[in-house]
């Protein structure tokens, strides 16, 4: 873990409660607070004495610290891939790098919090694997969203982020446009977005829509791509493309009739990779899988051993360089 606090935000002096500071003043506060936190090893009691504030004013403190970047906590991802199960599930595979969100099961976390967590991981590891000048394909779900909120902010030259799938107006999933945007804020880059809805009425919609010039262009754009982050789902009753009503329940038990064994980008496959050309892939306004394959570093961020079949699918159709997992999972792969 690696500390930084931006020297020009104030020196170690302690300062007593002001509820009126200047925006300058409070930085050197916050400052203040971090180093002797981070720097001197005080626990937040011995602050509070010190500093004639109260325990909890310590705290927000803190956070604040961390929000506003006056104080930066970075965690060195090769860490993060030098486990003995991740480095056993990358030569299993044969993928480039396996970041592990945990070295153990953590059963006792909760749904969040474990999300919460693999979503540090994935913006830590693709902090590490964008490289200057990239074409980055961004697709959606809660956990590319989870991945753009933890992302670690580093500006990377002339980067340009795109939304791989349209919107869809769904409570159930983050919009794609947001998950774009706020991974190229992160990385100081451009965004792309992509004005189409994710899901046309028809196919006979979908290819007019496809065809309208302005359209068009953003969906060319997407071939070529350096570098793709996505997450993918299962086939159980509770994906969230059935949430979404991207599908439905009869297009779902259709595509498991068919054999597929997860969702990646909207579109089913089945175990060996292969993109089942089944409803509702004619009517979805989004990169097509053959862009994934195509790009050189590809980023699947999943967690939880119930993806385990759709993983092994994505990996078999050459979908995944890079693999984000936590402990559940990545024993599961290998089991």
């Known amino acids: 873990m690696l500390l930084s606090i931006n020297p020009q935000y104030g020196d170690r002096s302690p300062m007593a409660k002001d509820t009126s500071l200047a925006p300058s003043e409070k930085r050197a506060l916050l400052a203040s607070v971090a180093l002797l936190y981070y720097g001197d090893g005080l626990t937040q009691s011995d602050i509070a004495q010190r500093m004639q504030l109260s325990r909890a004013t310590i705290v927000n403190l803190l956070r604040e610290a961390r929000d ?30 396996v970041y592990l969100a945990d070295i153990r099961d953590g059963g006792a976390d909760s749904p969040a919090a474990a999300l919460r967590r693999l979503g540090q991981v994935g913006g830590i590891a693709v902090t590490e694997i964008v490289r200057p000048g990239d074409r980055v394909g961004v697709a959606w779900g809660a956990t590319i969203k989870a991945v753009a909120e933890a992302m670690p902010r580093r500006a990377v030259t002339d980067v340009a982020v795109y939304q791989m799938i349209g919107s869809m107006a769904s409570g159930a999933i983050p919009p794609s446009e947001t998950c774009a945007i706020d991974i190229a804020n992160r990385l100081d880059a451009r965004a792309f977005t992509l004005h189409a809805p994710a899901l046309a009425s028809s196919a006979e919609m979908a290819q007019r829509m496809r065809a309208e010039p302005t359209i068009r262009a953003q969906v060319d754009a997407l071939n070529g791509l350096d570098m793709v982050v996505a997450s993918l789902g299962d086939m ?100």
């Open 236 to 335: 159980g009753p509770e994906t969230r493309l059935l949430q979404a009503g991207i599908v439905t329940e009869a297009e779902l038990e259709a595509a498991r009739s068919a054999g597929a064994v997860g969702v990646l980008c909207g579109r089913f496959i089945d175990s060996s990779g292969a993109v089942l050309r089944i409803a509702p892939d004619a009517r979805l306004i989004a990169a097509d899988l053959d862009v994934v394959r195509r790009a050189a570093r590809r980023v699947l961020v999943v967690g939880g051993a119930h993806n385990a079949a759709a993983v092994r699918a994505a990996i078999a159709g050459g979908f995944v360089s890079h693999l984000c997992v936590d402990a559940a999972l990545a024993r599961a792969l290998l089991g």
């Open 68 to 97: 506003q970047g006056v104080v930066e906590i970075r965690i060195d991802g090769a860490a993060l891939t030098g486990s003995s199960l991740g480095q056993a599930l990358r030569a299993a595979y044969g993928l480039r790098d």
